[in-house]
């Protein structure tokens, strides 16, 4: 069974920084495109970046800038590096992957999540 969890999330004040980590674990798989996205209270999930297993990445207009998207393929590990936070990025941050399946007869493609991580910027 695969999992994403996700780890760095915690209270910090306005124009410090948080490094969020998400390993993905289990067994017969690979991962195509990863991506943060977060959810504030009483608004809709947003996505914040992507990245490809290339390594193309996309942001936020919100975000630019401020926050960094990677991974480390052989750790199966996507990271998000937070600067400059600002109490509006206060939110739930969530894990999210693309994963290629090895099952029996082939190959299939499934998306998960995972359980978040709460981000809290004090003015």
């Known amino acids: 069974q695969v999992q994403l969890v996700e780890s760095g999330g915690g209270l910090v004040q306005a124009g410090g920084s948080l490094r969020l980590s998400c390993a993905a674990s289990g067994s017969s798989f690979s991962i195509d495109t990863m991506a943060w996205y977060r959810q504030a209270p009483g608004k809709q999930r947003e996505l914040v970046a992507s990245?490809?297993?290339?390594?193309?990445?996309n942001y936020a207009d919100s975000v630019k800038g401020r926050f960094t998207i990677s991974r480390d393929n052989a750790k199966n590990t996507m990271y998000l590096q937070m600067n400059s936070l600002k109490p509006e990025d206060t939110a739930v941050y969530y894990c999210?992957?693309?994963?290629?399946?090895?099952?029996?007869?082939?190959?299939?493609?499934?998306?998960?999540w995972g359980q978040g991580t709460q981000v809290t910027v004090s003015s």
């Open positions: 999210n992957a693309d994963l290629w399946l090895r099952v029996p007869g082939g190959i299939r493609t499934q998306n998960y």
């Open positions: 990245i490809t297993t290339g390594g193309t990445t």
